[in-house]
């Protein structure tokens, strides 16, 4: 069984779109089981203090988290701005405080990181309390681009697995393609057959 714990994006996992109960609620879609905690970030994960719920997992499972498609889509941004540092400086940051507190979970499973997708299709204008943005449409999906590509060299460095269909999810000229879109955030079930690597993923595979 693969554990995907995270945000709202690990109901994609579920088989089915729509947006699933949170935590404590499970959703069993085999060879998936998915955990929802809300609107967390990448960024603040070692502060959410989940490590008794991973220890009670099985051992024999491995365990995906699925966190920085907030981070990315608003937070890193309106960081450069008000820091006045270059969003790579904010992603690295983020980023390794991210690996950080999945390392000191030791947690004994085979872990992966599944990464951010494409960015929403919404713009600056449309942001709100719930769903905060900053930045145009393609410049957060270049957030999201170098948030992956920084991710996957840290994750590997400790041994985590690292997936990703950033580059699928993408039309020609760079923007998000709305056909892989349940909603204007979260993946449909349309981009199901691009993670059939992730479903062959077991505790006894090598990294990817």
Known sequence: MIHVVGDSHVCFFNGSDGITDMYPYAHSNPPFKTYRLGALLAYNLEEYNIGSFISNLPKTDSILFSFGEIDCRYHIKNQSIKQSVS?????????????????????????????????????????????????????????????????????????????????????????????????????????????????LWSPTDDTP
């Open 87 to 199: 969003v790579e400086t904010i992603i690295a940051n983020c980023v390794d405080r991210y690996i950080a507190a999945i390392t000191k979970l030791n947690s004994n499973h085979k872990v992966g990181v599944w990464g951010p997708p494409a960015t929403t299709l919404l713009e600056e204008k449309d942001s709100n309390s719930q769903c905060p943005i900053k930045g145009d449409h393609l410049e957060r999906n270049r957030i999201t681009r170098l948030f992956n590509i920084y991710l996957k060299s840290k994750a590997l460095e400790v041994g985590v697995a690292f997936f990703s269909i950033f580059d699928d999810l993408l039309a020609e000229d760079g923007s998000t393609n709305p056909f892989y879109y349940a909603d204007s955030i979260h993946l449909a079930q349309t981009a199901a057959p691009l993670v059939m690597k992730l479903v």
